[in-house]
């Protein structure tokens, strides 16, 4: 592993690192401060935004990273704010016409959890296309402001409604803050960065260039939008699914489980993935260079997953219970048969973007179609079966070990046979 990836994967790092730091050293105060019911509606909350949002843009904002061209790479941006908006307003007006039946008949929410949802979409969104602008330049140090400031902007307002208490909506207004105002920084940032570019030779407005983009990049909208689509209802419906199928109680209690270690993790595994995707998309063709990388990067992910999983596995209850509370001690309990799950998803997870890099977006198409079945199996299925929410839990983590384990080979087939497949 070189030291200029070793600098750009420790930058993203400890932006993360920091950022779950402020959520994990204010956890204790705001479990005491808000019910596990309230946990499970923002979990429900986080659910529908996290499921719609993966596609905001159609996926096109990956492609930023693509061209040699800063002009294509800036009318690409162009393009997936367009779609954002046009998708905002679509999310809009469904949520008018249909916030009854949705509240009636899938989940028992405030109907406010559901008006706030286009504005966390269009923060959520921009934030997704912005980073990739970011990553383009370069610019991994205001990604890991972006992420320090979404976290403190969300925990600060969480405390202040908490303590005094004077709204039943603070973990949900805090969240639907930190979400925007990690925006300002890229902002910031990418006006500084494209300051010297004529924007007037871009032609934003014109339908024709938009029309030549979709198409060299149709693979992302085809593909890519419906892999990701699969990969966030797999990430993101268990709580939803689990307040559905039990309570709300007993969808915060999983949620907080995922909140405390799964966010970290993933938000580790992105920073990694991301830096990752950057480097051999600049080079993808040096089959001998990005196998060794891989390589390398897979043996200290593996040693991360094993200590995590280790200590999750023998210290989950007790952690949970000192940390949180006595009332969170079977939120732990979900943390120790998850483990296995963990340690599989922190060496696979940043081995995603590997496949849209070699334009294997179909190849991801499966895998997601697949994980999502197994995902409703085991939540839905085995459900009508057994009420035994640690058996229901139990085989949720074994299917997703065993997908993760799946994509690590994939991810190495991808990069070492590349050259075969030209």
């Known amino acids: 592993m070189n030291n200029k990836f070793v600098s750009k994967a420790a930058t993203l790092i400890k932006g993360t690192f920091l950022g779950q730091l402020i959520v994990l050293l204010t956890s204790p105060l705001i479990t005491r401060m808000y019910s596990a019911e309230e946990f499970g509606n923002l979990a429900v ?107 403190f902007w969300m925990v600060f307002t969480q405390l202040s409604l908490g303590f005094k208490k004077t709204t039943n909506y603070g973990l ?108 051999m998309s600049s080079d993808f063709k040096n089959t001998k260079k990005n196998t060794t990388l891989l390589v390398s990067v897979v043996k200290k992910l593996a040693i991360i997953g094993f200590l995590v999983s280790f200590f999750l596995a023998f210290f989950g209850p007790i952690t949970f219970k000192l940390i949180f509370g006595s009332g969170w001690e079977v939120a732990g309990s979900y943390a120790r048969i998850l483990s296995i799950m963990f340690f599989f998803e922190i060496i696979g997870s940043p081995l995603l973007p590997i496949l849209d890099v070699y334009q294997k977006q179909k190849v991801f198409l499966y895998w997601q179609f697949i994980r999502v079945c197994l995902v409703l199996l085991s939540l839905i299925a085995v459900p009508a079966f057994t009420k035994n929410i640690v058996f229901i839990i139990t085989i949720y983590s074994v299917s997703m070990a065993i997908m993760y384990a799946f994509l690590i080979i994939l991810a190495f087939n991808t990069v070492k046979n590349y050259n075969n497949c030209e």
């Not at 904002?61 to 061209?67: F, G, K, V």
């Not at 008018?96 to 979409?121: A, C, G, T």
């Not at 969104?125 to 402001?145: E, F, W």
């Not at 990418?190 to 007037?200: A, H, L, R």
Request: positive net charge; glycine residues 4%; contains cysteine.
């Open 45 to 151: 909350y986080t659910s529908l935004l996290s499921i719609t949002v993966v596609n905001a843009s159609l996926k096109m904002e990956t492609s930023i990273l693509l061209p040699n061209s800063r002009k294509e790479s800036l009318q690409l941006l162009v393009l997936c704010i367009k779609i954002l908006i046009l998708n905002t307003i679509i999310l809009l007006l469904l949520i008018l016409v249909f916030n009854n039946w949705i509240r009636i008949s899938l989940v028992n929410i405030d109907k406010i959890y559901l008006y706030l949802l286009p504005i966390s979409f269009l923060g959520l969104g921009l934030n997704q296309i912005l980073t990739n602008l970011a990553l383009k330049y370069d610019d991994y140090r205001v990604i890991s402001r972006t992420k320090i400031n979404q976290n």
């Open 172 to 279: 949900l207004i805090g969240d639907v803050l930190g979400k925007i105002s990690g925006n300002i920084s890229l902002i910031k940032s990418i006006y500084i960065n494209t300051k010297s570019d004529n924007f007037n030779k871009l032609n934003i407005f014109s339908v024709k260039n938009d029309s030549l983009l979709v198409k060299k990049y149709r693979h992302y909208p085809m593909y890519a939008s419906l892999s990701n689509l699969f990969n966030n209802i797999s990430m993101q419906s268990p709580p939803l699914i689990i307040a559905i199928t039990f309570n709300s109680t007993t969808a915060g209690l999983f949620s907080l489980c995922i909140k405390v270690i799964e966010a970290p993790i993933s938000m580790i595994c992105k920073s990694l993935g991301q830096v990752l995707s950057r480097d």
